[in-house]
């Protein structure tokens, strides 16, 4: 992007541009003024997976820039860059965005462009900066390409040189005998001794080893973690005190889970132990799911306060790979041993002032008849967003293969009477009116309501036309009658036949009052 375009995006303070030593790349700082989470909230840049680091009483946030488009489902990741700032707070204030930092083509000959994964810069015992990078290999046999990079640079914002010029130092193959994981999200940690730890992994699968102070050498055997409970991916190794800290994003899925509502979700969970290499033992939840799928942890301490780093799609824009930096306060239970770390309560900018609207779904509680598919989200159908190209915990369905039911219902629940007189159901679909496999559009639905009595009655519509049943991100209003009630259901009827039904699928589901308010 130009930097006159940047310059109006940004109502930056100051452009200024600086050229590596590389002819491919060119560092851009911009200064920008923030108003709360995410840091950079216009939507003009996204970012994601930050890595903080404090150097010289300046807090810097690595973070991978998403690049995907608004309907694009897919980590489109060509660069690193930096947010920069002193005695940064969580409610606004001065940052630069320092870009274009490092892209993987670039800085690893032996590595493809994009994929700039998530990646932690540390400060050697030397005083050089390291960048501990996830890319993927440009030749290999692996099955898997992914692989782990460290390059070098003597400042923090580089250029960085790669520090291990005959390729990475982890992947499926290296260090002998290899492993079979996908090697991203590498966490290192220089101990107060000098002496270097990295973890790394993702589905699931941790791996730790001890690296040499040369800080490219792996000195010890590799090590599998299992003892930390719901672990996904996105480790983050720190210390406090004597104790050691591990941050991850967890997916252990359920109903009942203290973690996610659905499998597609993450929270940030972790675990401590007494050394860098463990035993590890799960301690709880530190920042419950956000509003991107993905959630990844850092931690830094600044002025004796303590901040975590994480990144959600609040921004303008955002979607689950559009993401943007946000951090918070991060406190400690001082009275248990260890100290165990307090959950976290996020904080977001203020908004615009909510326009007046006669849509009173978002004030109900939703609830299914049946058991919600561990992959979709009852919340979602009054959340208040349509996706274009949604992902399954951004919908609820019914879908649950050949035992897909013929009849679901959706039941909104009011806390007071309320008054409506008309409702939109926005229905999902990846299969053809009249199919029996997949998520085709239902072949009919209803509204019943509940009355004074506590029986269910139907709605006496007032439009014509019925109940549409087009899969449409915009669906026609269906009026009735004006009602007062606490309740309102939906009763859905699925497509099929032979005894075989698809799911139906709702993204949102208005429940409109007369009157805008």
Same mark, same amino acid.
């Given at each position: 992007?130009?930097?006159?375009?940047?310059?109006?995006?940004?109502?930056?303070?100051?452009?200024?541009?600086?050229?590596?030593?590389?002819?491919?790349?060119?560092?851009?700082?911009?200064?920008? %003024?923030?108003?709360?989470?995410?840091?950079?909230?216009?939507?003009?840049?996204?970012?994601?997976?930050?890595?903080?680091?404090?150097?010289?009483?300046?807090?810097?946030?690595?973070?991978?820039?998403?690049?995907?488009?608004?309907? *694009?489902?897919?980590?489109?990741?060509?660069?690193?860059?930096?947010?920069?700032?002193?005695?940064?707070?969580?409610?606004?204030?001065?940052?630069?965005?320092?870009?274009?930092?490092?892209?993987?083509?670039?800085?690893?000959?032996?590595?493809?462009?994009?994929?700039?994964?998530?990646?932690?810069?540390?400060?050697?015992?030397?005083?050089?900066?390291?960048?501990?990078?996830?890319?993927?290999?440009?030749?290999?046999?692996?099955?898997?390409?992914?692989?782990?990079?460290?390059?070098?640079?003597?400042?923090?914002?580089?250029?960085?040189?790669?520090?291990?010029? %005959?390729?990475?130092?982890?992947?499926?193959?290296?260090?002998?005998?290899?492993?079979?994981?996908?090697?991203?999200?590498?966490?290192?940690?220089?101990?107060?001794?000098?002496?270097?730890?990295?973890?790394?992994?993702?589905?699931?699968?941790?791996?730790?080893?001890?690296?040499?102070?040369?800080?490219?050498?792996?000195?010890?055997?590799?090590?599998?973690?299992? +003892?930390?409970?719901?672990?996904?991916?996105?480790?983050?190794?720190?210390?406090?005190?004597? #104790?050691?800290?591990?941050?991850?994003?967890?997916?252990?899925?359920?109903?009942?889970?203290?973690?996610?509502?659905?499998?597609?979700?993450?929270?940030?969970?972790?675990?401590?132990? %007494?050394?860098?290499?463990?035993?590890?033992?799960?301690?709880?939840?530190?920042?419950?799911?956000?509003?991107?799928?993905?959630?990844?942890?850092?931690?830094?301490?600044?002025?004796?306060?303590?901040?975590?780093?994480?990144?959600?799609?609040?921004?303008?824009?955002?979607?689950?790979?559009?993401?943007?930096?946000?951090?918070?306060?991060?406190?400690?239970?001082?009275?248990?041993?260890?100290?165990?770390?307090?959950?976290?309560?996020?904080?977001?900018?203020?908004?615009?002032?909510?326009?007046?609207?006669?849509?009173?779904?978002?004030?109900?509680?939703?609830?299914?008849?049946?058991?919600?598919?561990?992959?979709?989200?009852?919340?979602?159908?009054?959340?208040?967003?349509?996706?274009?190209?949604?992902?399954?915990?951004?919908?609820?369905?019914?879908?649950?293969?050949?035992?897909?039911?013929?009849?679901?219902?959706? #039941?909104? *629940?009011?806390?007071?009477?309320?008054?409506?007189?008309?409702? #939109?159901?926005?229905?999902?679909?990846? *299969?053809?009116?009249?199919?029996?496999?997949?998520?085709?559009?239902?072949?009919?639905?209803?509204?019943?309501?509940?009355?004074?009595?506590?029986?269910?009655?139907?709605?006496?519509? #007032?439009?014509?036309?019925?109940?549409?049943?087009?899969?449409?991100?915009?669906?026609?209003?269906?009026?009735?009658?004006?009602?007062?009630?606490?309740?309102?259901?939906?009763?859905?009827?699925?497509?099929? +036949?032979?005894? *075989?039904?698809?799911?139906?699928?709702?993204?949102?589901?208005?429940?409109?009052?007369?009157?805008?308010?």
């Amino acid at each position: 992007m130009a930097p006159t375009a940047w310059g109006v995006l940004f109502l930056s303070l100051a452009l200024r541009c600086f050229v590596s030593a590389s002819q491919h790349l060119r560092r851009q700082a911009v200064s920008f %003024s923030s108003t709360g989470n995410p840091i950079l909230a216009d939507g003009s840049i996204y970012s994601a997976d930050p890595a903080p680091i404090v150097v010289d009483e300046t807090v810097y946030i690595l973070a991978g820039r998403d690049e995907a488009g608004p309907a *694009q489902n897919s980590f489109i990741m060509n660069e690193w860059q930096i947010f920069e700032a002193r005695a940064p707070n969580p409610n606004g204030g001065s940052w630069t965005l320092n870009r274009n930092v490092a892209r993987p083509g670039n800085v690893f000959s032996w590595a493809a462009p994009g994929t700039a994964y998530a990646g932690q810069i540390v400060r050697g015992s030397n005083g050089k900066f390291y960048l501990y990078a996830p890319v993927t290999q440009a030749n290999g046999a692996n099955s898997d390409p992914f692989a782990i990079g460290v390059a070098v640079s003597n400042s923090i914002l580089g250029p960085y040189t790669d520090a291990h010029p %005959s390729g990475p130092i982890v992947s499926q193959t290296v260090p002998s005998p290899g492993n079979n994981i996908q090697n991203i999200d590498p966490t290192v940690l220089v101990d107060s001794d000098g002496r270097v730890y990295m973890y790394w992994g993702t589905f699931g699968q941790l791996k730790a080893c001890e690296l040499a102070s040369d800080m490219v050498t792996i000195k010890s055997s590799v090590t599998t973690v299992t +003892s930390l409970t719901g672990f996904f991916e996105a480790p983050w190794l720190m210390k406090r005190g004597s #104790t050691y800290y591990m941050l991850y994003a967890g997916n252990n899925a359920g109903q009942s889970s203290p973690c996610t509502p659905t499998s597609y979700h993450a929270c940030i969970a972790y675990g401590t132990a %007494s050394s860098p290499l463990g035993p590890w033992t799960f301690r709880g939840i530190v920042l419950d799911i956000v509003s991107s799928t993905t959630s990844h942890p850092g931690v830094y301490q600044l002025g004796g306060e303590w901040f975590i780093t994480y990144h959600t799609r609040d921004a303008v824009g955002g979607t689950h790979f559009r993401r943007s930096i946000a951090f918070d306060k991060l406190t400690w239970d001082d009275t248990t041993s260890p100290p165990l770390i307090k959950k976290v309560i996020p904080t977001r900018r203020q908004g615009p002032a909510n326009t007046p609207t006669r849509n009173i779904g978002p004030r109900a509680t939703p609830s299914s008849t049946n058991a919600n598919p561990i992959q979709y989200w009852i919340k979602a159908i009054n959340d208040g967003r349509v996706e274009q190209n949604p992902l399954p915990p951004d919908y609820w369905c019914s879908y649950a293969a050949e035992r897909s039911p013929q009849t679901s219902t959706l #039941t909104y *629940q009011w806390n007071t009477t309320v008054q409506l007189n008309g409702a #939109t159901m926005a229905f999902f679909a990846d *299969q053809p009116a009249g199919s029996n496999i997949g998520v085709p559009p239902p072949t009919s639905w209803q509204l019943e309501y509940l009355t004074s009595a506590g029986s269910w009655a139907a709605v006496v519509l #007032t439009s014509s036309g019925g109940f549409p049943t087009a899969a449409t991100d915009s669906p026609r209003e269906v009026s009735f009658q004006t009602i007062s009630t606490s309740s309102l259901r939906a009763v859905l009827k699925a497509s099929g +036949s032979g005894g *075989q039904y698809g799911g139906v699928a709702v993204k949102e589901w208005t429940a409109l009052a007369p009157t805008a308010s």
